[in-house]
């Protein structure tokens, strides 16, 4: 049974720094992107990175580059380092995988949530 376990979200500052993990069991996901998607509450749920362990290569969304850092460190684990984050980055979490970056995502994790206050 393939489980993703995220965990490292919380309640912090603006201005702050947070850093997601997630840890995939039950299969191995080194021909797959694992990324994080959000969605904060009334809006849809967009992606905000995702990196392929074959080859490295790397998405992030507009809204957060230069802020947001994502890393995989094996085949099963994927991190989201968030630095300076502001109140319009609240809201859940969720670690994903897939066979490619930008398209549909298998795997699901449950999801964190990040809270920035003002």
């Known amino acids: 049974q393939v489980q993703l376990v995220e965990s490292g979200g919380g309640l912090v500052q603006a201005g702050g720094s947070l850093r997601l993990s997630c840890v995939a069991s039950?299969?191995?996901?080194?021909?797959?992107?694992m990324g994080w998607f959000r969605q904060a509450p009334g809006k849809e749920r967009e992606i905000v990175a995702s990196?392929?362990?074959?080859?490295?290569?790397t998405y992030s969304a507009d809204s957060v580059k230069g802020r947001f850092t994502i890393s995989r460190d094996n085949a099963n684990t994927v991190y989201l380092q968030m630095n300076s984050l502001k109140p319009e980055d609240t809201a859940v979490y969720y670690c994903?995988?897939?066979?490619?970056?930008?398209?549909?995502?298998?795997?699901w994790g449950q999801g964190t949530q990040v809270t920035v206050s003002s």
């Open positions: 039950g299969r191995t996901f080194s021909s797959y992107a």
């Open positions: 990196k392929h362990w074959s080859g490295g290569i």
């Open positions: 994903a995988a897939g066979t490619t970056i930008l398209g549909a995502y298998t795997y």
